[in-house]
């Protein structure tokens, strides 16, 4: 899902809606069908072919000042423990304060920042400089720029053929273009809706929304 200038609203996670939805909006006349799948759906009276891709045909401004979130951190730090410089899957890190809280420090983009949980016990209620660990940068509040950025060196498994004039990812290879890849695109919604109930609770702080806490609003569930 496209904003009217033919961006995704978000690049990791990338912006999807279900194909139910997608449906529900074209009826609605809320967005524009830029491309569609071969796959069909019916009722009684119609005939439609599944949208792969649409826009919005109201532009939707984005928060300049992205949400600050654990998503975003991690993000921000490109999923990278900032002590020991490896990459993790998500469900291996966790945030870490550099001046614990327990000495005044603050959660707050610029004394959080990424740990593999080795390196966060390693360190566990110090300073880096009282442990002999080093910081890999100092963390500061990302724009959003820089998150689109960061977003885009980690594109999804399933990325449809029909996708691929709207999305710039960086090194991105060939696109399947096969049965597989179009049943992957149409499951991938169901992916992200699982990490993302996978990861309520663990925000900061515990009442955050969902909305809030990947840093991008992408349906009014009132309407």
């Known amino acids: 899902m496209l904003n009217a200038d033919y961006r995704p609203l978000s690049y990791f996670p990338l912006s999807l809606w279900s194909w139910q939805d997608s449906i529900k909006a074209v009826f609605l006349d809320?967005?524009?069908?830029l491309s569609e799948y071969d796959a069909v759906v019916h009722s009684p009276r119609l005939e439609m072919r599944l949208p792969s891709v649409i826009s919005l045909r109201s532009y939707v401004p984005v928060n300049r000042r992205p949400a600050f979130t654990r998503f975003n951190v991690f993000l921000r730090d490109r999923f990278r423990c900032q002590y020991c410089?490896?990459?993790f899957a998500t469900e291996e890190l966790t945030f870490d304060h550099v001046i614990p809280r327990a000495r005044g420090g603050t959660t707050?983009?610029?004394?959080?920042?990424?740990?593999?949980?080795a390196c966060n016990t390693a360190k566990g209620a110090r300073t880096p400089a009282q442990c002999g660990m080093t910081l890999r940068s100092v963390p500061k509040p990302p724009d959003l720029t820089e998150l689109q950025e960061a977003g885009r060196h980690f594109p999804p498994g399933n990325l449809h053929s029909s996708w691929?004039?709207?999305l710039h990812y960086a090194g991105m290879g060939r696109v399947r273009s096969d049965e597989a890849a179009e049943s992957g695109a149409l499951a991938a919604h169901t992916t992200l809706r699982a990490i993302q109930s996978e990861a309520q609770g663990r925000a900061f702080p515990s009442d955050m929304t969902e909305?809030?806490?990947?840093?991008?609003?992408?349906?009014n569930d009132d309407d």
């Open 30 to 33: 809320r967005v524009d069908i």
């Open 164 to 166: 691929r004039d709207y």
């Open 211 to 219: 909305g809030e806490y990947w840093g991008v609003q992408l349906q």
């Open 85 to 87: 410089g490896r990459r």
């Open 108 to 117: 707050s983009w610029q004394n959080v920042v990424t740990a593999c949980t």
